[in-house]
Nanobody
Framework: VQLQASGGGLVQAGGSLRLSCAAS????????MAWYRQAPGKQRELVAA???????NYADSVKGRFTISRDNAKSTAYLQMNSLKPEDTAVYYC???????????WGKGTQVTVSS
């Protein structure tokens, strides 16, 4: 399984970015997808997740601002990030998971920097 994340960059506070995570090597539709982030000096934290059935959950810090979605036809997950804040600055990682099959794969991170 390979995951390719893209879409990071530098944006001013209040701006928006959309991250994409393209997956290959697995039956995408049966797996859950998640986005994590890690800021300098901090532990990696869950940002948002979406199950194979489309159920979602979000970290409290991003609720109402971020939206996770998936396109099974394109084997791609997205993270739409609006109203970005400087504290959203981090490396963002996508994760493919399926506890039923013991699957837990990570992509390389993409840097998101929000300037004040």
């Amino acid at each position: 399984v390979q995951l390719q994340a893209s879409g990071g960059g530098l944006v001013q506070a209040g701006g928006s970015l959309r991250l994409s995570c393209a997956a290959s090597g697995s039956i995408f539709s049966i797996n859950g997808m998640a986005w994590y982030r890690q800021a300098p000096g901090k532990q990696r934290e869950l940002v948002a997740a979406i199950t194979s059935g489309g159920s979602t959950n979000y970290a409290d810090s991003v609720k109402g601002r971020f939206t996770i979605s998936r396109d099974n036809a394109k084997s791609t997950a997205y993270l739409q990030m609006n109203s970005l804040k400087p504290e959203d600055t981090a490396v963002y990682y996508c994760n493919l998971f399926n506890p039923d099959y013991g699957m837990d794969y990570w992509g390389k991170g993409t840097q998101v920097t929000v300037s004040s």
